[in-house]
């Protein structure tokens, strides 16, 4: 493969293989069924092979399949264990693992946009790349002043693409939403479309790791690379060593995965009142856990293709809202949300019934400190996805406003990463501290 696999028949034939091979894998299973084996042998062998043919399209195609495939990733902890284990492997393969480009591609790439000596910007490039990801992939280098710098290279075609692949997944959003009980998928993929133009911008990807490298400079707690050299489709960046997120979760100790699941809370809301930006790709494969020289673990934090911007930090009315619920104020809390578009006007809902709809979501802002779990988060799912529920009847109704659904898809996923760290967190602190609103009037 010397390139992304572009053309939009033949892209549109691999994602569509993905409903039919799971039709097709039913009906094997039910011939196995007949021919003996148990049903509950049978389901695992085929979530298995889903699992497999899912990672093996959505890495081969890389593009929005990939990065469709990294979002849901975040997810996996919402499904029930029994269905969740063969997906869990293959879909976190997707965080930091794909097919590579051939180093002559890249090679093609870095001449197009760096020109034809570009090897003299360099005083090592290694050709196999260290992560792949939906639209670039990495290499390590040595910049031409001996820093040890991490280039990525951006896939010929990935404009192109990520709207393919976005479009047809869109068409078939419904076979997809099983996969994560309680999300809606099309959403989601709608919200990853609108994206795309921002995400191939290395330009402002630059501009936004810039502003954070800058205001998390000699951070105890944070550490962002700096931008070293930005082109069209090229970007290099200091390397940073570290601890992937993805393995503290798969073998990370509780200490670890504390250590990980606090600092990640912590950037998530100081963030955008340190910088104005709010990091809006946050899958395992972004995040490493990283040793200063004091001694004392950060968070290293990559990939800035995607934020949203918000430039008095997190809204006010974010906050007010998770304070009146904590405080138990229905009329408060509803008459809020009905002010800020989360309630439509041609709506009207009992205070009471909202309030209890919200409770159990805010769970972690109550206590001290709160342990996530993913039990914790199924049975969040599985309240707000059992059509015959209360709080399923009652979340149909609440409105989500454009402007708050980037914001609402990132807190999702970072609470879906906690769950995966299974780490006890001091969440109110971070909320106290950083989300306007909300602390108590005085």
């Known amino acids: 493969m010397s390139d992304l696999p572009r053309k939009a028949v033949t892209r549109t034939v691999k994602l569509a293989a993905l409903p039919l091979g799971l039709a097709g894998r039913a ?5 196995k069924r007949i021919g003996g084996k148990s049903a509950e042998i049978v389901a695992r062998e085929l979530q298995q092979r889903t699992a497999e043919q899912l990672f093996r399209t959505l890495g081969e195609l890389k593009g929005g399949a990939m990065k469709f495939g990294q979002a849901l990733s975040v997810f996996e902890s919402a499904l029930p264990e029994e269905v969740a284990g063969p997906y869990r492997a293959a879909l976190t393969k997707l965080q930091e693992a794909a097919p590579p480009l051939p180093a002559a591609t890249v090679h093609q790439v870095l001449t197009d946009r760096l020109g034809a000596d570009w090897r003299d910007l360099f005083e090592e490039f290694e050709d196999k790349p260290a992560a792949a990801a939906s639209i670039g992939q990495v290499h390590r280098a040595v910049w031409h002043d001996g820093r040890r710098v991490a280039v990525k290279v951006q896939y010929p075609g990935a404009g192109e ?32 479309r609108d994206r795309v133009s921002e995400e191939l911008d290395y330009e402002l990807e630059a501009e936004a790791q810039r502003i954070h490298a800058d205001a998390f400079a000699d951070d105890p707690d944070v550490f962002v690379p700096d931008v070293v050299h930005q082109g069209d489709q090229v ?32 950037f998530l809301f100081a963030g955008p009142a340190r910088t104005g930006l709010l990091h809006a790709d946050p899958h395992p494969g972004n995040f490493r856990l990283v040793l200063g020289e004091d001694g004392r673990t950060r968070l290293g934090v990559l990939d800035f293709g995607t934020v949203d911007r918000l430039p008095g930090g997190w809204p006010k009315p974010i906050g007010r809202s998770l304070r009146m619920t904590l405080d138990g104020d229905a009329e408060g809390v509803y008459g809020h949300l009905r002010a800020e578009g989360f309630v439509r006007e041609s709506v009207e809902l009992e205070p009471d019934a909202v309030l209890e709809y919200l409770k159990p979501i805010i769970e972690p802002a109550e206590a001290e400190e709160f342990t996530f779990t993913r039990p914790w988060l199924r049975g969040q799912a599985a309240r707000i996805a059992d059509p015959r529920s209360p709080a399923h009847q009652l979340g149909r109704q609440i409105n989500l406003p454009p402007s708050y659904l980037l914001i609402h898809r990132v807190t999702l996923s970072t609470i879906g990463v906690l769950c995966q760290l299974g780490a006890t967190v001091r969440l109110r602190d971070e909320l106290d501290t950083w989300l306007p609103g909300f602390a108590p009037a005085t």
Request: aromatic share 4%.
């Open 27 to 31: 009906t094997w299973g039910l011939g």
């Open 161 to 192: 693409a990520l709207l393919s692949d976005l479009k047809q997944l869109g068409r078939f959003a419904g076979l997809l939403g099983p996969l994560v009980p309680g999300m809606e998928i099309k959403p989601l993929i709608k919200e990853l």
């Open 235 to 266: 970007l290099v960046t200091e390397w940073m060593e570290g601890i992937p997120l993805s393995e503290v979760i798969a073998d990370g100790t509780q200490e670890e995965r504390d250590r990980a699941g606090q600092l990640l809370a912590a």
